[in-house]
């Protein structure tokens, strides 16, 4: 990518993040409540992975070689659909029925009625050991795409990505790509606070990944750690995200009580004024 | 339903034995055969199901993750996924109750095609105690949709019923049994049908239905009780899950009083499933023979059928009480 390419993709990628958190407070607005801050923290990521490395057809959501991606964090769902529906795998105005009786959108994604889902998610810790089976699977079947899973960083309490991630440095399984969201905060308070997960990236390569910490938020920081997977031949990959959860919206802005919150008019009018003049 | 008379009387002294587990083992093996999108995936238990031939022969189609149940099962839910056909193997009360939910959210909410072979469980392991005992997992598994439930009878039930599992609908979830040889009941040529039972003895006075390692002491019990002047037909419910309501129906209709037999607790197992089905259907009297919601004691496995009357005896005496109300 020559320099000037490269600033256009990045500028491209920040205004499509921006389109992005306007739509995931739209879209809460619509079922009046939801995950405000986990889904903001992952929109950078989301659209770095949608709009410049996953190789997937909107056209053809279940293309058996396209990338998949498990979303580990699947109380992000508000996040997801609106990147899904952004990158065309279904209009937009769907996501207005958001939560509503037999709606395929809610606040868990699933993967049987949302064009673009790879898996149902929602149940923390079940995501790596999912994402670890595609890889394995891919592997074995001799296909090229790879396997991307966002996971939380309240999430690492779950014991069984612990499992995944012993049994994936075990299998060498060097086309399964984690990132984790390292926003800090859970429903109950600071990880700090509530459940140390640190030294994270100790831990990470303790179990044997090839892990880089990076700005969550930082898009060139993004596509260039998502660009270099694997990092090392042989080994599982990790990247640790360090995000904010709220990322865009002050008042949400690492804020305990914003895990789930109430959405009003009032709020998305003052979050689309803030995202505008962000540009 | 299906009519298959097995030897009568059936004399389990000299009939030919095989462990139900070790005829899954075959079976998986006969399909890595098969099917090269066929994987095995165990946590640790290679050898109890089994399927070390398979590790052996398909060494890429073969996974053993260690122990680790939840990620196992999550492992096989995402191979599913991709087009592959996981058939998972071990320990039936770690599958069944550490990898609940795994089996609920990524395989059953999913609706993708997975196998789990579960060995040693029931009572079989019967020395074990209860942490290894799997009498509350027909009653888990039954409760989720998209979730087969089967209970083979013998090792030729086994070796069919994990053939016809893979490319079934959802997950199917095979209750096998543990060390002790159990006597093999068909001929190779019987007709095995997810979700259809086979009466394996006619009788008139009263059914008794029975599930996985208990049929044959149902068969027995039926002949014991047709020298005292007792007709009593035996169904061998094989899948719990989706039940032979007709067939449950049928035996209500034509014989008047049901006995279910079960290695596992009476709630929520086979006994439950045939009261619900034949209060709605044709209600007669059910007495259901298994655990009576306890943890089972610990001892040599006959020890513990006799003393939960899952022996011909302990049945045949729960017919007589129950022909005599």
Same mark, same amino acid.
């Given at each position: 990518?020559?320099?000037?390419?490269?600033?256009? /993709?990045?500028?491209?990628?920040?205004?499509?993040?921006?389109?992005? $958190?306007?739509?995931?407070?739209?879209?809460?607005?619509?079922?009046?409540?939801?995950?405000?801050?986990?889904?903001?923290?992952?929109?950078?990521?989301?659209?770095?992975?949608?709009?410049?490395?996953?190789?997937?057809?909107?056209?053809?959501?279940?293309?058996?070689?396209?990338? &998949?991606?498990?979303?580990?964090?699947?109380?992000?769902?508000?996040?997801?659909?609106?990147?899904?529906?952004?990158?065309?795998?279904?209009?937009?105005?769907?996501?207005?029925?958001?939560?509503?009786?037999?709606?395929?959108?809610?606040?868990?994604? @699933?993967?049987?009625?949302?064009?673009?889902?790879?898996?149902?998610?929602?149940?923390?810790?079940?995501?790596?050991?999912?994402?670890?089976?595609?890889?394995?699977? %891919?592997?074995?079947?001799?296909?090229?795409?790879?396997?991307?899973?966002?996971?939380?960083?309240?999430?690492?309490?779950?014991?069984?990505?612990?499992?995944?991630?012993?049994?994936?440095?075990?299998?060498?399984?060097? +086309?399964?790509?984690?990132?984790?969201?390292?926003?800090?905060?859970?429903?109950?308070?600071?990880?700090?606070?509530?459940?140390?997960?640190?030294?994270?990236?100790?831990?990470? &390569?303790?179990?044997?990944?090839?892990?880089?910490?990076?700005?969550?938020?930082?898009?060139?920081?993004?596509?260039?750690?998502?660009?270099?997977?694997?990092?090392?031949?042989?080994?599982?990959?990790?990247?640790?995200?360090?995000?904010?959860?709220?990322?865009?919206? #002050?008042?949400?802005? +690492?804020?305990?009580?914003?895990?789930?919150?109430?959405?009003?008019?009032?709020?998305?009018?003052?979050?689309?004024?803030? *995202?505008?003049?962000?540009? | 339903?299906?009519?298959?008379?097995?030897?009568?009387?059936? !004399?389990?002294?000299?009939?030919?034995?095989?462990?139900?587990?070790?005829?899954?083992?075959? %079976?998986?093996? @006969?399909?890595?055969?098969?099917?090269?999108?066929?994987?095995?995936?165990?946590? !640790?238990?290679?050898?109890?199901?089994?399927?070390?031939?398979?590790?052996?022969?398909?060494?890429? $189609? %073969?996974?053993?993750?260690?122990? =680790?149940?939840?990620?196992?099962?999550?492992?096989?839910?995402?191979?599913?996924?991709?087009?592959?056909? #996981?058939?998972?193997?071990?320990?039936?009360?770690?599958?069944?109750?550490?990898?609940?939910?795994?089996?609920?959210?990524?395989?059953?909410?999913?609706?993708?095609?997975?196998?789990?072979?579960?060995?040693?469980?029931?009572?079989?392991? =019967?020395?074990?105690?209860?942490?290894?005992? /799997?009498?509350?997992?027909?009653?888990?598994?039954?409760?989720?949709? +998209?979730?087969?439930?089967?209970?083979?009878? @013998?090792?030729?039930?086994?070796?069919?019923?994990?053939?016809?599992?893979?490319?079934?609908?959802?997950?199917?979830?095979? &209750?096998?049994?543990?060390?002790?040889?159990?006597?093999?009941?068909?001929?190779? !040529?019987? !007709?095995?049908?997810?979700?259809?039972?086979?009466?394996?003895?006619?009788?008139?006075?009263?059914?008794?239905?029975?599930?996985?390692?208990?049929?044959?002491? %149902?068969?027995?019990?039926?002949?014991?009780?047709?020298?005292?002047? *007792?007709?009593?037909?035996?169904?061998?419910?094989?899948?719990?899950?989706?039940? @032979?309501?007709?067939?449950?129906?049928? =035996?209500?209709?034509?014989?008047?009083?049901? *006995?279910?037999?079960?290695?596992?607790?009476?709630?929520?197992?086979?006994?439950?499933?045939?009261?619900?089905?034949?209060?709605?259907?044709?209600?007669?009297?059910?007495?259901?023979?298994?655990?009576?919601?306890?943890?089972?004691?610990?001892?040599?496995?006959?020890?513990?059928?006799?003393?939960?009357?899952?022996?011909?005896?302990?049945?045949?005496?729960?017919?007589?009480?129950?022909?005599?109300?």
């Amino acid at each position: 990518m020559t320099g000037e390419s490269r600033q256009e /993709t990045l500028a491209m990628l920040r205004r499509q993040a921006r389109v992005i $958190r306007q739509q995931v407070m739209t879209t809460l607005l619509a079922a009046g409540s939801g995950h405000v801050g986990g889904s903001l923290s992952v929109v950078d990521i989301l659209t770095a992975l949608y709009f410049h490395i996953m190789r997937v057809d909107p056209k053809n959501p279940k293309w058996p070689d396209r990338d &998949r991606f498990v979303l580990s964090k699947g109380h992000a769902s508000a996040a997801l659909c609106p990147t899904l529906a952004e990158r065309g795998f279904f209009p937009k105005e769907l996501l207005d029925t958001f939560n509503r009786l037999d709606s395929p959108f809610s606040m868990h994604p @699933d993967m049987l009625k949302i064009p673009g889902a790879d898996t149902s998610t929602g149940s923390l810790g079940h995501g790596l050991p999912i994402a670890l089976g595609m890889a394995l699977a %891919a592997r074995l079947q001799k296909k090229r795409y790879r396997t991307y899973v966002l996971l939380g960083d309240g999430e690492m309490n779950e014991g069984s990505n612990w499992e995944a991630a012993m049994a994936a440095a075990h299998f060498k399984a060097d +086309n399964l790509y984690a990132i984790v969201d390292r926003n800090r905060l859970q429903v109950d308070g600071f990880t700090r606070d509530i459940m140390s997960v640190e030294p994270l990236a100790d831990k990470w &390569r303790a179990f044997g990944w090839a892990v880089r910490e990076i700005d969550g938020h930082d898009m060139g920081a993004i596509i260039d750690a998502i660009a270099a997977f694997p990092f090392e031949a042989g080994k599982p990959s990790v990247i640790i995200a360090n995000t904010i959860k709220g990322k865009g919206l #002050p008042f949400a802005e +690492n804020q305990v009580g914003f895990h789930y919150h109430d959405v009003d008019g009032e709020m998305v009018k003052e979050s689309l004024a803030v *995202l505008e003049s962000s540009e | 339903m299906a009519v298959s008379t097995i030897g009568t009387p059936f !004399d389990p002294s000299t009939c030919q034995r095989e462990p139900t587990r070790l005829a899954f083992g075959r %079976a998986v093996v @006969d399909l890595g055969e098969r099917d090269p999108k066929v994987v095995f995936l165990t946590a !640790d238990g290679a050898l109890p199901t089994g399927t070390a031939e398979f590790f052996k022969r398909f060494p890429e $189609r %073969a996974f053993n993750v260690g122990i =680790a149940e939840q990620n196992l099962i999550g492992i096989a839910a995402g191979m599913a996924t991709c087009g592959l056909k #996981p058939i998972v193997g071990g320990y039936a009360p770690f599958l069944a109750f550490r990898a609940f939910e795994q089996v609920r959210n990524d395989i059953a909410y999913t609706k993708q095609s997975v196998t789990i072979g579960g060995v040693y469980s029931g009572i079989s392991l =019967a020395t074990g105690g209860s942490t290894h005992h /799997t009498t509350e997992d027909i009653a888990s598994f039954r409760a989720v949709a +998209n979730v087969t439930v089967i209970s083979p009878a @013998d090792a030729r039930e086994a070796y069919k019923a994990t053939i016809a599992s893979v490319g079934h609908p959802g997950c199917v979830f095979l &209750r096998l049994g543990g060390r002790t040889p159990e006597p093999v009941l068909y001929t190779e !040529d019987y !007709d095995f049908q997810i979700g259809k039972a086979i009466q394996i003895r006619d009788g008139k006075d009263a059914t008794i239905i029975a599930t996985g390692p208990t049929v044959v002491y %149902a068969a027995i019990a039926s002949d014991l009780l047709r020298e005292e002047g *007792l007709s009593v037909r035996v169904l061998n419910m094989h899948t719990v899950k989706p039940l @032979d309501e007709e067939a449950i129906e049928r =035996a209500a209709r034509e014989t008047g009083r049901i *006995l279910t037999v079960e290695e596992h607790n009476v709630l929520g197992g086979l006994g439950g499933a045939v009261a619900e089905t034949v209060t709605s259907r044709h209600p007669v009297p059910v007495k259901r023979v298994g655990i009576q919601d306890i943890f089972a004691s610990i001892g040599p496995l006959q020890g513990l059928q006799e003393k939960y009357g899952l022996t011909h005896e302990g049945i045949a005496t729960a017919v007589k009480e129950l022909v005599s109300t």
